[in-house]
């Protein structure tokens, strides 16, 4: 699984959150979409590989401005996955 974080400039409310989540969810295979106007920012979960040419398009189309955009494998982060690490 794929984690992308996309630096967004516009975005001033639920709303806006809103309206890229959408749009992200009708143009890419995606697991989980989740936007913050306060982060400024959108945090997508895949497990295909989404071209960054394509993603700065489709939110480009919307109205907002994509400043960036970091792709890193996904750990999902257990209840106890602070642990991992600590050999006793």
């Known amino acids: 699984m794929n ?4 630096k967004i ?5 639920g709303m806006c959150e ?9 143009a890419f295979p995606a697991k989980k979409v989740t936007s913050s106007h306060t982060k400024g920012e959108t945090v997508i979960l895949t497990e ?5 040419a394509s993603l700065r ?3 480009d189309a919307t109205g907002y ?8 494998p996904y750990e999902k982060k257990g209840l106890f996955g602070f642990l991992k ?3 006793g």
């Open 3 to 6: 984690q992308i974080t996309v």
């Open 9 to 13: 400039d516009g975005m001033m409310c």
């Open 18 to 26: 809103s309206h890229i989540n959408d749009a992200v969810r009708r």
């Open 48 to 52: 295909e590989t989404i071209d960054e």
């Open 57 to 59: 398009a489709v939110i």
């Open 65 to 72: 401005r994509v400043l960036s955009v970091e792709s890193r």
């Open 85 to 87: 690490g600590q050999a």
